[in-house]
């Protein structure tokens, strides 16, 4: 069995999600089934476990358990989707929003900058959308909105005026392709934050994964038992601000709402004040864990 992904945060997550051996529980992000094992370590002959992903690749590391559920499809659809399985609520939903490491080194997908290869970045092989649609088609107001809004670049405008530029003479194709474009926007001591912050841009966009993120946060106020817990793991600001606003005020804006009293309206209990992130111990072992975030909280009970 491939096992191709690190958990991250493992003990903490576990603790937070507060597992109980006869519940079920959802994974938001199967991956590797890092998480997901330990989960069903914890887990009675009763309890249920739902792996969601929609890579199906992934399937290949799906435990033989019949406490376990594996749903190859994006967890934007969780709601509908675990009500084909008669569930309508669950005790826990935990979601470790990070890229799998399968990902990046699986040159051939174009998740990273640091092999040539297509420009795709699929998470959903089965997608129609692709990184080469997006820097060959896409007009230069949408690609600039990208590169500020997703990467949170410096000077979009010129990322966008050197890509709009070069595919005038020819299709940007791989990722050196791109690289070669962009790198001489690039500050020679901050390369890799650089072109990451660009590959994950384009990812973002290819993957939707922003609007995915907000309805599956959104969707967990009705699936959740009262009680029940949401552990969420981000790996960028952008994911780490909705998370936060979100669970701490039932909005992603992080508009504090306010009763007749003045007491503040928000369907969570947050557990954890301030973002818990790893240990240097985890960080040397798993040195892709180091911009990891970790925020929990509890719906409110009735």
């Not at 088609?137 to 590169?147: E, M, S, V």
């Amino acid at each position: 069995m491939e096992f191709y992904h690190t958990p991250v945060l493992l003990s903490e997550s576990l603790e937070l999600i507060d597992i109980q051996a006869d519940g079920t529980y959802v994974d938001l992000t199967f991956g590797g089934g890092g998480h997901s094992r330990a989960i069903l370590e914890r887990l009675s002959p009763q309890g249920r476990l739902f792996g969601f992903d929609q890579d199906s690749e992934a399937r290949a590391n799906a435990p033989q358990d019949a406490r376990f559920q594996f749903i190859e499809g994006n967890f934007r659809f969780m709601r509908g989707l675990l009500r084909e399985y008669g569930v309508r609520q669950v005790d826990g939903i935990l979601a470790d929003l990070g890229v799998s490491s399968h990902h990046f080194d699986s040159a051939e997908r174009g998740f990273s900058f640091r092999a040539d290869a297509p420009l795709d970045m699929r998470m959903n092989q089965r997608g129609h959308l692709n990184a080469a649609h997006i820097v060959n088609t896409y007009d230069p107001a949408r690609l600039i909105a990208i590169f500020r809004d997703y990467g949170e670049l410096p000077l979009p405008h010129k990322i966008a005026g050197r890509i709009v530029e070069a595919r005038r003479n020819s299709p940007i194709q791989t990722t050196l392709e791109l690289t070669e474009i962009i790198r001489p926007l690039v500050p020679k001591s901050d390369e890799n934050r650089y072109f990451s912050r660009l590959f994950q841009a384009l990812r973002i966009e290819v993957n939707g994964e922003m609007e995915a993120l907000k309805m599956a946060l959104s969707q967990s106020l009705k699936v959740l038992k009262p009680g029940g817990r949401l552990v969420v793991i981000s790996y960028h600001s952008l994911e780490d601000r909705l998370a936060k606003n979100f669970l701490k005020t039932g909005n992603f804006e992080g508009i504090v709402q306010k009763d007749f009293f003045g007491h503040i309206e928000t369907p969570f209990e947050v557990i954890t004040r301030k973002a818990i992130v790893p240990t240097e111990e985890e960080i040397q072992k798993n040195p892709r864990s180091r911009s990891a975030k970790l925020r929990a909280a509890a719906r409110w009970k009735d």
